[in-house]
C-alpha cells in the first residue's frame, strides 16, 4: 500500500494551498481517509477525516471554515483544500487510511497505512 502525499511549500499568512493524497495497493473505497499535522515540538494531531463514501468529514476546531477535505474514489485521490493559512498550519501533514475517521482522530498508533509527509510553511 502507498499513500503518495503532495502539495505542500512555502506560502504567506492569508494564501491557500492544496495538498493531495494518491493511494494504490488498498480498495480505495473501502477507506476512510485523514489529514494528520505534526508541527516542530508538537505532537501529531488530527487535522480533518472524511468517510468511505465522502458523505461525512471531520475537522479540528482550528481548521474548522478555512480547510475541507475531499475524495475521487474514482482517482483514488484524497485532497485537503487549505485557505486562510496561519503561521501556526506550519508542519508536516500527513495522509493516512484507516477504515474509521475515529481511529485517526483517537488512536493513532492503531491507522492502518501512513503516507509519507509533506511539509506546509506558512510564513508571517
Known amino acids: 500500500v502507498q499513500l503518495q502525499a503532495s502539495g505542500g511549500g512555502l506560502v504567506q499568512a492569508g494564501g491557500s494551498l492544496k495538498l493531495s493524497c494518491a493511494a494504490s495497493g488498498l480498495t480505495f473505497s473501502d477507506y476512510a481517509f485523514g489529514w494528520l499535522r505534526q508541527a516542530p515540538g508538537k505532537e501529531r494531531e488530527f487535522v480533518a477525516g472524511i468517510t468511505y463514501r465522502g458523505a461525512v468529514t471531520y475537522y479540528t476546531d482550528s481548521v474548522k471554515g478555512r480547510f475541507t477535505i475531499s475524495r475521487d474514489n474514482a482517482k483514488n485521490t484524497v485532497y485537503l483544500q487549505m485557505n486562510s493559512l496561519k503561521p501556526e498550519d506550519t508542519a508536516v501533514y500527513y495522509c493516512?487510511?484507516?477504515?474509521?475517521?475515529?481511529?485517526?482522530?483517537?488512536?493513532?498508533?492503531?491507522?492502518?497505512?501512513w503516507g509519507h509527509g509533506t511539509l506546509v510553511t506558512v510564513s508571517s
Open positions: 493516512a487510511a484507516d477504515p474509521l475517521v475515529v481511529t485517526m482522530r483517537n488512536s493513532q498508533n492503531a491507522v492502518d497505512y
